[in-house]
């Protein structure tokens, strides 16, 4: 059972994600039908942790499993829809997976082992060309040290948004 529920308009949900960094490129994910990118990632299932549910998500999304992890990001997400509104918690870890994937291999668009996603390696001084949310991420990766390694500690950020 996902930890996520909804009361009318309202809609909270815990979402873990892999921020995935490759050859100065991000690892990004939109749906099928839509335009907007996000990091990939999911919700937490109940009784698991975050760590189990970015381990999971790997698996499902790219059958590939996660070599090292540490979270960089605990976000309080707040966005607001014309008809709707949704607070979610969002926990990101920087992560590694084995070099040899196939994963790294796309230079386009690319369909993973789940239905309903399209993935992309973005360079990182192409961010500001595509239509990444939620609106933090942007700013965040390229805060993000990725020559000198990991960042140190967890940074927490409120995200508020109106779309």
């Not at 942790?49 to 990001?73: G, K, N, P, Y």
């Amino acid at each position: 059972m996902m930890i996520s529920y909804e009361t009318g308009p309202n809609k909270f949900h815990c979402r873990a994600a892999s921020i995935i960094l490759h050859n100065n490129k991000v690892l990004l994910q939109r749906l099928v039908n839509e335009h907007a990118w996000f990091i990939p990632g999911g919700r937490v299932e109940f009784n698991e942790a975050a760590e189990q549910t970015i381990e999971r998500e790997m698996l499902e999304e790219f059958d590939v499993s996660i070599l090292d992890r540490r979270m960089v990001w605990i976000v309080e997400n707040f966005v607001e829809f014309a008809d709707r509104r949704i607070h979610e918690i969002g926990l990101f870890f920087l992560v590694t997976l084995p070099e040899n994937h196939p994963i790294y291999k796309h230079d386009s668009e690319f369909a993973g082992v789940e239905d309903g996603f399209i993935h992309r390696w973005v360079s990182m001084d192409k961010l500001d060309d595509y239509l990444i949310v939620p609106e933090f991420v942007v700013p965040e990766l390229k805060l993000l040290n990725i020559h000198e390694g990991i960042q140190a500690g967890v940074k927490h950020i409120v995200n508020r948004s109106v779309r």
